[in-house]
């Protein structure tokens, strides 16, 4: 059985396919089209799909549209309301509602030979749900979903039995942890629905003074769900204009909603716990990308095991609603791995240099070639396999640097064109990672902080965030051993048995998916050498 699920009507569409139970590729449409997150999530982009990433799901797969058993579509317009009903100011929403209406029709004309007929629509945190549950490791878990909004909520919450979901529990809108944290977002001067993240790295710099008004408006209730309303920040700190300088305010107001959102999340999770008694809780959901609220999760929510999607936000539904679909009829299998995008082989590699006459060598081993570079403090593009669905960099198409020099934080902030209180990553292999951090081991995906040991601070500078925590990722060596090798080479080199690892990328850009991204990338910014594939580029030469 195939099914391709797909997500598009706000943000970040996404195409994911599954053949007999099992996960075959899955990518976003930003890594396609060049532009973040797809597309802005208006009314009046609600029509766009993600074409480029089905299609390239089916070739991927050898597949054409008419040989699919069913398209799912993660949202189902029958179970909205107008907009002013569910207490939202969006005038334009029912616009969205009948692009969603009509898009069977829009899936057929995107991929000829598609029968509409075949569409499925997959409620939207139902979707979330199954791309945590089901293809996790967990046959028998806990989930709990939270974003901004689906159909007429924002959380769901419920347990799988043998892959299998009961919902326990769903917050209606208006109140959003999801919007809460998109409107702070704005009022701090960066993009909502897109810098988040920034707001949570800008929360370590601040205290939470602020935390006694937002719970008047923003707190968990004692029936599994929460309250959380529009809060007048401008009664609180000024707006931050976008592109003006930061103040302690600011972080302050970061902090002090931090607080509030990991407070209302520990105890919606602390509730599905005592409700399910289960062991593991999956999540999924934008507000699951809070690798700050994650950590406390695990360390006081009672739950032993805790599996994020590392697709969380709306792409990951995508894989949600083919999994929902697909469960049905087949035995899913846990999802393999995250680098489920595109991927080259040598020989196309080596055409695509050829192609733009660009001066490369190769190496006996560029894991050594790449270490010897880092370990004289230089810059390293790394582009390795197939690309990474969702927004973590994991040694596929990463950024790396020395971590044993603190300004390499603000180096590679640059190299990006981003804020300079953003933080970067260590790499560091999985056995040895307690040595240096502390916290939910292992973490393959890069969705919890860690404490990072005292002995080890001063060491490793440039991966330590203002408040002594790292947001780590774990490297199996039997799952990616070419970087595991890299990482080797480079202890050798310092003994420092981490990399600095963030994403390939500048700053307003998705990550590079295809080699030409990564070319125009190393040709833009001041790196010192291109590893792709087995190939290495050296800014020297190839720009001599």
Request: overall charge negative; aromatic content about 8%.
């Amino acid at each position: 059985m195939h099914v391709l699920g797909v997500n598009a009507l706000f943000h970040d569409p996404a195409a994911a396919l599954i053949t007999d139970g099992r996960v075959v590729a899955a990518a976003e449409e930003e890594r396609f089209s060049r532009r973040k997150h797809g597309k802005r999530p208006v009314p009046f982009s609600a029509w766009e799909l993600p074409e480029q990433a089905a299609r390239w799901c089916l070739e991927h797969a050898g597949l054409t549209p008419s040989d699919l058993d069913a398209v799912a579509y993660s949202y189902d317009p029958a179970l909205a309301r107008p907009a002013d009903r569910m207490g939202l100011d969006d005038p334009w929403d029912h616009l969205r509602q009948e692009y969603a209406r009509r898009a069977p029709a829009f899936l057929a004309e995107a991929l000829p030979g598609l029968d509409p007929a075949k569409v499925r629509f997959v409620p939207h945190h139902v979707a979330h749900a199954a791309s945590a549950g089901p293809v996790s490791p967990y046959p028998d878990c806990a989930v709990l979903v939270l974003d901004g909004r689906g159909e007429c909520g924002s959380h769901l919450a419920g347990r799988y039995t043998n892959r299998e979901l009961t919902v326990l529990g769903a917050q209606e809108l208006p109140d959003s942890l999801g919007l809460f944290y998109e409107d702070l977002t704005q009022h701090l001067g960066f993009l909502r629905s897109s810098d988040e993240f920034k707001v949570m790295a800008l929360a370590s710099y601040g205290t939470p003074r602020f935390a006694g008004r937002l719970r008047e408006y923003v707190r968990a209730d004692d029936r599994g769900g929460f309250r959380a309303r529009p809060v007048p920040w401008a009664d609180l700190v000024p707006p931050r204009p976008a592109g003006g300088a930061w103040h302690q305010d600011h972080a302050d107001l970061a902090a002090s909603a931090q607080l509030c959102l990991e407070e209302t999340v520990l105890a919606l999770a602390r509730w599905l716990r005592e409700h399910t008694g289960e062991d593991a809780l999956t999540m999924a959901g934008g507000v699951a990308l809070n690798c700050v609220a994650n950590t406390r999760l695990w360390r006081e929510s009672g739950f032993r095991h805790i599996w994020v999607q590392p697709a969380a936000g709306d792409a990951g539904t995508a894989l949600g609603a083919a999994a929902h679909v697909a469960g049905r009829k087949d035995t899913l299998e846990p999802m393999p791995t995250a680098a489920l995008g595109r991927g080259w082989s040598d020989s196309e590699l080596r055409d695509r240099l050829e192609r733009a006459a660009v001066p490369y060598e190769e190496p006996a081993d560029v894991a050594e070639t790449a270490a010897e570079a880092l370990a004289a403090d230089g810059i390293v593009a790394w582009f390795q396999g197939r690309a990474e669905y969702g927004p973590r960099a994991l040694g596929h198409r990463s950024l790396l640097a020395h971590p044993g020099r603190a300004e390499n934080v603000e180096r590679l902030n640059a190299v990006k064109g981003r804020e300079e209180f953003r933080p970067v990553a260590p790499m560091v292999l999985a056995e040895r990672a307690a040595e240096l951090f502390d916290g939910p081991l292992p973490s393959p995906h890069m969705l919890f902080v860690h404490d990072v040991a005292a002995d080890w601070r001063a060491r490793v500078p440039a991966v330590v965030h203002v408040d002594g925590t790292a947001r780590i990722q774990t490297v199996d060596r039997a799952e990616e051993p070419l970087v595991a090798r890299m990482i080797d080479a480079f202890e050798r080199r310092t003994g420092l048995p981490v990399v600095v690892n963030t994403s390939l990328n500048t700053a307003g850009r998705p990550m590079v998916d295809d080699p030409r991204d990564a070319l125009e990338c190393f040709g833009s910014a001041p790196v010192d050498l291109l590893v792709l594939g087995p190939f290495a580029i050296r800014r020297g030469r190839a720009y001599a």
